[in-house]
């Protein structure tokens, strides 16, 4: 168990809708990455908070966008879904300590769109 | 930009046999290198790390060692268990603008037999 809680697990919905999906990072963490992985793509990183600003973007479409909270839970939101999406969403926590590179994974959104 | 190369799988040993898996990168900079490994149905899971050149990671009788000169970062197993069997993913990591965000070969799928 990495620490690093992510909910839901499952997620089935249609195109053109909206969900949002929700990361808690370990304790005391405050960076808090999102990766997208798919079949065609791999694995890809999508947006970095950091103490609840935004540090870095990667292939972000512009339909998604993330947030993170004064508790420092996080949240992606995906909108006007296209069935492209339909992918596994997991977010990354890393710490400040001598470990600040390292990256603890949870277990992951699996998102169906139909 | 950076990038991560790993062989292609899938790759089927039978049990105790000698595992390696390649790994090369290009990157900018001084490059923190990883392996993760992912089970069937779970999140991604740290194996080892090296942070600078020479460094040896290890874990669970898993080795890499990284190589400057070779720009890679390849898994090593003396023997290999049933156990084993999973997705594994070199990736790197290197700083920019106070973001360490990951950059991943495209995994490579290991079928331990017994």
Known sequence: DSGVTQTPKHLITATGQRVTLRCSPRSGDLSVYWYQQSLDQGLQFLIQY????????????????????????????????????????????SGTGTDYETQYFGPGTRLLVL | GN??????????????????????YTA?????????????????????????????????????????ETTSFHLEKGSVQVSDSAVYFCALSS????????????????????
Request: aromatic share 12%.
């Open chain 1, 50 to 93: 950091y103490n609840g600003e935004e540090r870095a973007k990667g292939n972000i479409l512009e339909r998604f966008s993330a947030q993170q909270f004064p508790d420092l839970h996080s949240e992606l939101n995906l909108s006007s879904l296209e069935l492209g999406d339909s992918a596994l969403y997991f977010c990354a926590s």
């Open chain 2, 3 to 24: 990038s991560v190369t790993q062989m292609e799988g899938p790759v089927t040993l039978s049990e105790e046999a000698f595992l390696t898996i390649n790994c090369t």
């Open chain 2, 28 to 68: 900018t900079g001084y490059p923190s290198l990883f392996w993760y490994v992912q089970y069937p149905g779970e999140g991604l899971q740290l194996l080892l790390k090296a942070t600078k050149a020479d460094d040896k990671g290890s874990n669970k009788g898993f080795e890499a060692t990284y190589r400057k």
């Open chain 2, 95 to 114: 700083s920019g603008a106070g973001s360490y965000q990951l950059t991943f070969g495209k995994g490579t799928k290991l079928s331990v037999i017994p």
